[in-house]
């Protein structure tokens, strides 16, 4: 079956940076608009950015924005979440998602719009 695998977490200071990948398997991944999503303790799971299929349209979350960014390579069948400028209210474990939309130029910020999700990688920020 579809998978996705997120790697890159890990512990940081305040002010700090931190990519993360996750790498897709088992499906066409040019066919699919990808996100990235964060769940904190306690809180519920929030939208963080999203992409298109080509990587030619994006959107974050106002609390992350000009701090993120989110890429994708589709020869690597994987999508990125670089992480700048980090604040200990970044400390989540951080969720990649894949929604099938081929050739359009859609992004998607809702959880329920999302097909297949990864098992999450932990980021912490300490201040």
């Known amino acids: 079956q579809v998978q996705l695998v997120e790697s890159g977490g890990g512990l940081v200071q305040a002010g700090g940076s931190l990519r993360l990948s996750c790498a897709a398997s088992?499906?066409?991944?040019?066919?699919?608009?990808m996100g990235w999503f964060r769940q904190a303790p306690g809180k519920e799971r929030e939208f963080v950015a999203a992409i298109n299929w080509s990587g030619g349209s994006t959107y974050y979350a106002d609390s992350v924005k000009g701090r993120f960014t989110i890429s994708r390579d589709n020869a690597k069948n994987t999508v990125y979440l670089q992480m700048n400028s980090l604040k200990p209210e970044d400390t989540a474990v951080y969720y990649c998602a894949a929604k099938f939309s081929p050739l359009s130029s859609r992004y998607y910020t809702g959880g329920h719009d999302y097909d297949y999700w990864g098992q999450g990688t932990q980021a912490t920020v300490s201040s």
């Open positions: 088992r499906l066409t991944f040019s066919r699919y608009a």
